[in-house]
């Protein structure tokens, strides 16, 4: 498949495998012997065998996953233009997991098994038990999310998220915005007036101007884009469960809302 430009970046064809990335100490801390019985007395056990996934892109929950034995890799899966990536490789005594684990949204990563081995599933609401009552691993576990999320935004993850619109639009900017303020692993394309003509490459992927902003979501494009329908799309917009009472709301999933989110909930 040829590649297509846009406004110098290309949304058609494939990329180049990038080579796995080797996390640094604070996104892969070595756990001592007691955080890590801490920490997998909070989860499931689970034998994998190769091949087997222990998370999805686009699995709306998902756990993280802590690794006895074994080995998983990291990947952004295939896009309509490009082929699967390699973020990263785990072995055993780390954990497989990334911000959306706090924050509600669905997986934007898989994560497949390279070597059999045992590993624990620690539940969102396990996870959340865990950090509210244990402020060691809470401290480790929440600076290693975030600054696994900080290094997906210059790789190959951000073209999980792609919003493609123009200079002048509002819309455009209010995405733009909506994805800052969430802190969202994305890319963003802006087109100016010059570059649009007489619609050139858009019409190649059967958009009209009219269509603009198109975010595409795993490869997947979602025409006049909002904040709400990609909120919607990444699970990240609020669904009531009946009957439910709770004791604070946090509007905003940002640094903001999630820094007041696990304050709150470490008060009795």
């Known amino acids: 498949m040829d590649a297509t430009t846009i406004g110098g970046t290309a949304v058609g064809g494939f990329e180049e495998q990038a080579e796995p990335v080797e996390m640094d100490p604070i996104m892969s801390p070595m756990l001592t012997d007691d955080q890590w019985q801490r920490l997998v007395a909070s989860g499931t056990p689970q034998d994998v065998a190769v091949g087997d996934y222990v998370f999805r892109t686009g699995d709306s929950r998902y756990d993280l996953i802590a690794i006895e034995s074994g080995e ?27 911000l959306g684990l706090l924050n509600g949204q669905g997986a934007f990563l898989s994560a497949r098994v390279t070597k059999p081995g045992r590993v624990h599933r620690v539940t969102r609401a396990e996870l959340r038990t865990l950090m509210n009552e244990d402020d060691e691993l809470c401290d480790v576990i929440l ?53 649009l003509g007489d619609l050139g490459a858009l019409d190649t992927h059967h958009f009209t101007i009219d269509d603009l902003p198109v975010a595409f979501i795993q490869g997947e494009p979602l ?30 999933g940002g640094p903001a809302g999630l820094a007041a989110a696990i304050y709150g909930a470490s008060r009795d």
């Open 143 to 195: 600076h290693a999310l975030w600054a696994r999320r900080e290094s997906l935004r210059a790789g190959p993850a951000a073209m999980t998220l792609k919003f493609l619109g123009t200079t002048t639009s509002s819309d455009f900017l209010a995405l733009r915005r909506f994805a800052e303020r969430l802190d969202l692993v994305h890319k963003a394309v802006a087109l100016s007036p010059a570059e």
């Open 72 to 98: 998983v890799e990291v990947l952004r899966d295939a896009l309509p233009w490009m082929g699967e990536v390699i973020i990263t490789t785990m072995g055993p005594r780390t954990f497989a997991g990334e």
């Open 223 to 252: 025409v006049r884009a909002t904040p709400g329908l990609v909120a919607e799309r990444l699970g990240l917009s609020y669904q009531a469960q009946a009957d439910e009472i709770v004791d604070l709301v946090v509007v905003g």
